[in-house]
């Protein structure tokens, strides 16, 4: 690479920091500008397809892969695990309605079966509260994965909007060093005009996918939390019902103690389905956000318009005024042809 044009990519870098480049970017900048040849009309069009694609793509394996990540799913097997150890209706004669099973007029033997019945759904709860967490542990490891690849392809975008900015500027030079007939003056701004458009297009590609990485953290976070409240629940929720469990078999008089226990857990579930709640608006919220864009096509196609009649306005403007001062000019040799003839008259 001659020195110009390695001054010409430093320059392109430097006026543009927002694409995060830097002097070793250089290599791959000018691959791809050597991939922009103007001679082929599809060479733009197909120019940053790949990186695009590659974005769509990455988006739409996320959606395969989380569809099945629910948190709501979640809470619906905290919900159920709570239910097992709350008040339970038994069909008695007098109606009447005890915590954890528990009925006054009940043998041992039943008692205790029933005891048993309830620590068995409890471990099987158990396991599958733990099955959530491995899934949501995964699913954290997956999309840091993802984040990763996002921000490569947030990096390729950039070198390939460098790459752009460097064509566009080496066609501006082209077109003032050479003169061209009016036909292929009209092709080389429409190249210039396509590339500054693809330009725009890979900017609006960036944006989307520094947003898609927002979105990405934000689920990590999520995931993150609920794998900590299930890991929460499966080492000290857990055992302290099975705790209580066998505490109340023991005694009939903790039953008291066990009434508390039940609102404490009401509690909890309150607090869960709050937190659910919360989740559910800022996912929402986020999603909304998601779908807007920064750049409006229409408000650029009606500035360039705006700009056009602007640039158009000041021509005829010029004109006019190179008119006035060409008749100024004329005005004042003619007076002064008048002025000269009536001194040598008078002579």
Not at 127 to 138: F, K, Y
Not at 302 to 316: C, F, K, P, Q, Y
Request: net charge negative; glycine share 2%; hydrophobic share 40%.
């Amino acid at each position: 690479m001659d020195d110009n044009k390695e001054i010409g990519y430093l320059r392109v870098i430097a006026s543009n920091p927002g694409l995060g480049l830097n002097d070793s970017d250089i290599p791959q900048i000018e691959t791809s500008v050597a991939e922009l040849d103007t001679s082929d009309i599809n060479s733009i069009t197909r120019f940053g397809l790949d990186t695009q694609k590659k974005m769509a793509e990455l988006s739409q394996v996320m959606i395969n892969n989380l569809n099945d990540s629910s948190i709501d799913e979640v809470d619906d097997t905290l919900r159920d695990t709570i239910s097992y150890l709350c008040d339970i209706e038994q069909e008695e004669p007098d109606n009447d309605r005890k915590i954890l099973f528990w009925k006054r007029k009940n043998n041992a033997v039943a008692v205790r079966k029933k005891y048993d019945i309830a620590a068995k759904n409890v471990d099987a709860i158990a396991g599958t509260l733990e099955d959530h967490q491995v899934r949501l542990i995964r699913d954290c490891a997956f999309l840091n994965q993802m984040f990763n690849m996002n921000q490569e392809y947030y990096r390729q975008a950039g070198v390939k909007v460098a790459a752009l900015k460097m064509k566009v500027d080496e066609m501006r030079a082209k077109a003032l060093q050479a003169d061209f007939n009016p036909v292929e003056e009209s092709w080389m701004n429409n190249i210039i005009e396509r590339l500054e458009r693809k330009t725009v297009e890979l900017e609006l590609s960036r944006t989307i996918s520094v947003q898609q990485a927002a979105q990405i953290r934000m689920l990590q976070t999520n995931f993150a939390i609920m794998a900590d409240k299930l890991q929460s629940t499966l080492y000290n929720t857990i055992p302290l019902w099975k705790n209580q469990i066998v505490l109340a078999l023991g005694a009939e008089h903790a039953r008291q103690a066990v009434r508390t226990d039940q609102t404490i857990n009401e509690m909890t579930n309150k607090l869960l389905l709050r937190n659910a709640e919360n989740l559910k608006l800022v996912t929402a919220e986020s999603q909304r956000a998601a779908g807007s864009t920064a750049i409006d096509p229409h408000t650029l196609a009606e500035t360039n318009r705006i700009l056009i009649e602007s640039l158009d306005e000041v021509a005829r403007i010029q004109s006019e005024n190179r008119m006035k001062r060409e008749s100024v000019e004329k005005e004042l040799e003619r007076i002064d042809r008048e002025m000269q003839y009536g001194i040598l008259t008078d002579d």
